[in-house]
């Protein structure tokens, strides 16, 4: 699905992060991936759906902070409508079920588990699969893959774990496939951890693909107003990245903040989504 051209992409979208503060023009932004304006215009549209001048504008600060106040009260009004409801990107669905406390604290006994490394369109992946559903997704960092398997290991290191790149390269196609694509069986996920972190990832679920919400607004959806930095320390713990969406939770005076993959790649998450989302509502209109 993510041909050579992804390369030129992710290096123009880490530009774009960079330098979104002095809004570069169309030409400044083709030439920080040898391009012409006209040829990056298409290849940029062609990937993200939108174009490099209305992702510029969603990476801006004061859209995050707009789309925050906007966002007022979405987890409760998100409650009636499921996670199938339009803010869903892609059309797309979960279900998911939690791991029970025997299960937890044997830590993976038992469990098989398929994984592959994937490109995205936020960097290279790893996918982990059980017969239940994901029980894993993260982006690869500094350690490289080395590093990323050895962190999934850590958690269920009970778990058979064995290499199943087609299997776990149809799920990733699935996961950011083009927008307009439904399926008709909801993917499902695996939530290994605390009762609190799991009652704070479900919270995450309802959070519509182009919103974003404060951790003060996830801490009161969960009945404990209180709690913000254990909810910020839940959400630093996910992990099923993207699907499981912590990037959609910023502070409450507007600031993207920290993200356990990278704040850049957490802006990009959010830019990307809100352009896209953006798209479908005016195609709607």
């Not at 510029?56 to 998100?78: F, I, M, P, W, Y």
Request: glycine share 12%.
């Amino acid at each position: 699905m993510y041909d050579n051209d992804y390369a030129r992409i992710e290096q123009a979208m880490w530009f774009m992060e960079g330098h979104f503060q002095e809004q570069p023009s169309l030409e400044e932004m083709a030439a920080s991936v040898d391009l012409s304006k006209y040829h990056f215009q298409r290849l940029f549209t062609r990937w993200a759906g939108i174009s490099p001048g209305r992702f510029l504008q969603c990476l801006t600060l004061n859209h995050a902070k707009d789309r925050l106040e906007s966002s007022h009260g979405v987890l409760d009004a998100s409650l009636d409508a499921g996670l199938s409801g339009p803010g869903r990107l892609h059309d797309l669905f979960v279900t998911h079920e939690a791991v029970t406390p025997g299960e937890f604290k044997r830590n993976g006994e038992g469990l098989q588990v398929g994984y592959g490394f994937h490109l995205t369109p936020f960097g290279d992946c790893l996918l982990a699969l059980t017969e239940r559903g994901i029980c894993g997704l993260s982006f690869v960092e500094a350690g490289g893959r080395a590093g990323a398997l050895l962190d999934l290991q850590s958690r269920l290191h009970k778990a058979e774990f064995r290499e199943e790149t087609p299997r776990t390269g149809a799920t990733v196609e699935r996961i950011f496939a083009p927008s307009g694509i439904g399926y008709d069986a909801p993917l499902r996920l695996l939530l290994h951890g605390t009762n609190f972190q799991v009652k704070v990832w479900e919270a995450l679920l309802r959070i519509p693909a182009g919103m974003v919400v404060s951790y003060q607004d996830v801490a009161a959806h969960i009945g404990n107003a209180g709690a913000v930095r254990a909810v910020g320390h839940a959400a630093s713990q996910n992990p099923i990245a993207y699907l499981i969406p912590c990037h959609r939770v910023i502070r409450k005076v507007g600031l993207v903040g920290d993200y356990r993959w990278g704040a850049a790649r957490k802006r990009l998450m959010l830019a990307w989504e809100s352009a896209r989302a953006g798209q479908a509502s005016g195609a709607g209109a």
